[in-house]
């Protein structure tokens, strides 16, 4: 834990200062988990500050310090599950849905304001993403928390609740998704290259 | 057999590529650095929210001290009815034995009056 036990507790009693203290010790890797779990950076921040109003919100209902971490992670999985599924609604118009020309187009226009190395960094991302979205908003918090953030099954155990039996076949059903995916991009792009 | 062998790899090569999209992705999403408005922007949103709550935790104690003033009305209006009865001042037995009273008291003086007045007409 990057914090301590009392900490936590002071926080719980309604002290400001020490949830204060919470939230900059945490506040990196809540932001690098929403980034990866969402994609999209220019919206990181808005959605970790909702992850900490909840926090705050709902500190009282920490039953022991103890569980503070898968906590957090369940408040942060929520906040970006809730960010994705209003995204999916509003059905705003993404990188990963633009055609293969208007791609490279943006690509292209990038590339000069960009160093190659963060064009390819954001190639990156756009590509996951669209792997990403052959599965469902929660399958995917699921599979990036395993796959990116390295989470082991005990600890995605505590943050969902779930036994471990049952994450291991969700997990792999998800996994197969992106694979088909993966696969059909490939095929795709290969089939592409032949024309 | 070859197929099989050939789909496997392939499986498999699919598999490791996964791997290190994920591992890329990793890198390519770090963790932002955040900005130097994050911690005042988030106590903004915290002191709304704070008064939302106060002003939502107000209302509810002014509407239950406004439902209890009413039921209090209400009792003491109860009480004070039932202390200065407005309709009946005694029970239906009551009633029907002072009619009954009253019915004798009459037919008492009728006889007394047929006795005492017979005379007249005969």
């Given at each position: 834990?990057?914090?301590?036990?009392?900490?936590?507790?002071?926080a719980?009693?309604?002290d400001d200062a020490a949830f204060n203290q919470i939230v900059l010790?945490?506040?990196?890797?809540?932001?690098?988990?929403?980034?990866?779990?969402?994609?999209?950076?220019?919206?990181?921040?808005?959605?970790?500050?909702?992850?900490?109003?909840?926090?705050?919100?709902?500190?009282?209902?920490?039953?022991?310090?103890?569980?503070?971490?898968?906590?957090?992670?369940?408040?942060?999985?929520?906040?970006?599950?809730?960010?994705?599924?209003?995204?999916?609604?509003?059905?705003?118009?993404?990188?990963?849905?633009?055609?293969?020309?208007?791609?490279?187009?943006?690509?292209?226009?990038?590339?000069?304001?960009?160093?190659?190395?963060?064009?390819?960094?954001?190639?990156?991302?756009?590509?996951?993403?669209?792997?990403?979205?052959?599965?469902?908003?929660?399958?995917?918090?699921?599979?990036?928390?395993?796959?990116?953030?390295?989470?082991?099954?005990?600890?995605?155990?505590?943050?969902?609740?779930?036994?471990?039996?049952?994450?291991?076949?969700?997990?792999?059903?998800?996994?197969?998704?992106?694979?088909?995916?993966?696969?059909?991009?490939?095929?795709?792009?290969?089939?592409?290259?032949?024309? | 057999?070859?197929?099989?062998?050939?789909?496997?790899?392939?499986?498999?090569?699919?598999?490791?590529?996964?791997?290190?999209?994920?591992?890329?992705?990793?890198?390519?999403?770090?963790?932002?650095?955040?900005?130097?408005?994050?911690m005042?922007?988030l106590w903004?949103?915290?002191?709304?929210?704070?008064?939302?709550?106060?002003?939502?935790?107000?209302?509810?104690?002014?509407?239950?001290?406004?439902?209890?003033?009413?039921?209090?009305?209400?009792?003491?209006?109860?009480?004070?009815?039932?202390?200065?009865?407005?309709?009946?001042?005694?029970?239906?037995?009551?009633?029907?034995?002072?009619?009954?009273?009253?019915?004798?008291?009459?037919?008492?003086?009728?006889?007394?009056?047929?006795?005492?007045?017979?005379?007249?007409?005969?």
């Open positions: 834990m990057l914090v301590d036990a009392k900490l936590i507790e002071r719980r009693e309604g010790a945490y506040r990196r890797r809540v932001l690098g988990a929403i980034a990866r779990l969402i994609g999209r950076r220019e919206d990181v921040e808005d959605v970790g500050q909702q992850v900490f109003l909840r926090l705050y919100l709902s500190l009282d209902q920490l039953r022991t310090p103890d569980v503070f971490e898968p906590w957090l992670y369940r408040l942060t999985v929520n906040a970006a599950y809730d960010y994705l599924r209003k995204q999916r609604r509003r059905g705003e118009l993404r990188m990963a849905d633009l055609s293969e020309q208007a791609v490279q187009m943006a690509d292209a226009a990038a590339s000069g304001l960009k160093r190659r190395e963060e064009v390819e960094k954001d190639r990156t991302r756009e590509y996951v993403q669209s792997l990403l979205a052959a599965v469902s908003e929660a399958d995917r918090a699921l599979l990036v928390l395993k796959e990116v953030e390295g989470l082991s099954l005990k600890e995605l155990e505590q943050i969902y609740h779930v036994n471990e039996n049952a994450l291991k076949v969700r997990l792999f059903r998800a996994r197969q998704r992106v694979l088909k995916a993966l696969a059909s991009q490939r095929g795709a792009a290969a089939s592409g290259a032949r024309e | 057999m070859w197929n099989d062998e050939l789909h496997n790899d392939s499986a498999e090569e699919l598999e490791r590529e996964l791997d290190r999209l994920f591992a890329a992705y990793r890198e390519a999403c770090e963790a932002p650095e955040p900005s130097p408005s994050f005042p922007r903004e949103k915290i002191e709304a929210r704070r008064s939302v709550s106060y002003s939502f935790a107000r209302l509810s104690r002014a509407l239950i001290t406004a439902a209890a003033a009413i039921c209090l009305l209400l009792v003491v209006l109860q009480t004070t009815s039932r202390t200065t009865p407005v309709f009946y001042t005694q029970s239906y037995v009551e009633a029907l034995a002072e009619a009954s009273a009253a019915d004798a008291a009459s037919s008492f003086e009728i006889s007394l009056y047929e006795v005492g007045g017979g005379d007249h007409y005969q």
